[in-house]
């Protein structure tokens, strides 16, 4: 009867142990995981701020007939 309650627990003790490793490599990637998110999330967010102020570089340049078009007819009207 000590033998089967031995093997059991011995068992379990390696259950426990193989669910620990597991639970340790899956921690590990879903860290990893994260970190790229966050990476091309800040890639993205810097991407989109570039573009808008080339955008709005664009439309406030002194070249642009609709800025002065639409500056004339606000202070008219």
């Known amino acids: 009867m000590k ?3 031995e093997t059991v627990a ?3 003790k390696d259950a ?3 669910a620990g490793a597991f639970t340790d490599n899956l921690l590990v990637v879903i ?6 998110n ?12 570039e573009l808008a ?3 709005l570089n664009g439309y406030l340049s ?4 609709f800025v ?6 606000r202070s008219v009207g």
């Open 3 to 5: 033998f089967v309650f």
């Open 10 to 12: 011995e068992s379990q």
């Open 16 to 18: 426990l142990t193989a």
């Open 31 to 36: 860290e990893r995981l994260t970190q790229l």
């Open 38 to 49: 966050i990476e091309v999330s800040r890639s993205a967010f810097e991407k989109s701020s």
């Open 53 to 55: 102020l080339v955008c």
């Open 62 to 65: 002194k070249e642009n007939p």
């Open 68 to 73: 002065r078009n639409s500056f004339f007819k």
